[in-house]
């Protein structure tokens, strides 16, 4: 009985990890978001890309144009993610890597930031 009571008392050390993992969480939560945001983000700018180049899809590319274009695309989206973030080289990188990622390695990753499985 003496523990369970000992157990339902809060202390400042119990009150501030119960805070860092309420902050946590909400990070994680912020950060899949800002995973979906740079997917857009990528989306958008290959969209420019193909326009620039004179294309309208991607399909009219070959395998070594598209290679190109998925390379300037995402360089391009990087910049884009640095410029407004105010993120490094390597975070952006990592940013929107993980956006260009195979659906269920994003997923993974999302669900293991967030608790969705």
Same mark, same amino acid.
């Given at each position: 009985?003496?523990?369970?009571?000992?157990?339902?008392?809060?202390?400042? !050390?119990?009150?501030?990890?119960?805070? +860092?993992?309420?902050?946590?969480?909400?990070?994680?939560? +912020?950060?899949?978001?800002?995973?979906?945001?740079?997917?857009?983000?990528?989306?958008?700018?290959?969209?420019?890309? +193909?326009?620039?180049?004179?294309?309208?899809?991607? !399909? !009219?590319?070959?395998?070594?144009?598209?290679?190109?274009?998925?390379?300037?695309?995402?360089?391009?989206?990087?910049?884009?993610?640095?410029?407004?973030?105010?993120?490094?080289?390597?975070?952006?990188?990592?940013?929107?890597?993980? %956006?260009? %990622?195979?659906?269920?390695?994003?997923? %993974?990753?999302?669900? %293991?930031?967030?608790? !969705?499985?």
């Amino acid at each position: 009985m003496a523990t369970a009571a000992m157990e339902q008392r809060a202390t400042p !050390e119990s009150a501030a990890l119960d805070a +860092l993992g309420t902050i946590a969480a909400a990070r994680a939560g +912020l950060d899949a978001r800002l995973v979906e945001a740079a997917r857009l983000v990528v989306a958008v700018t290959g969209a420019a890309v +193909l326009a620039q180049k004179g294309f309208t899809s991607v !399909e !009219e590319l070959t395998q070594g144009q598209r290679a190109k274009w998925r390379t300037e695309t995402k360089r391009a989206a990087c910049a884009e993610v640095e410029l407004k973030l105010g993120m490094g080289v390597t975070e952006a990188r990592h940013l929107v890597a993980l %956006a260009c %990622a195979p659906a269920g390695v994003r997923s %993974a990753v999302l669900g %293991a930031w967030t608790g !969705e499985r």
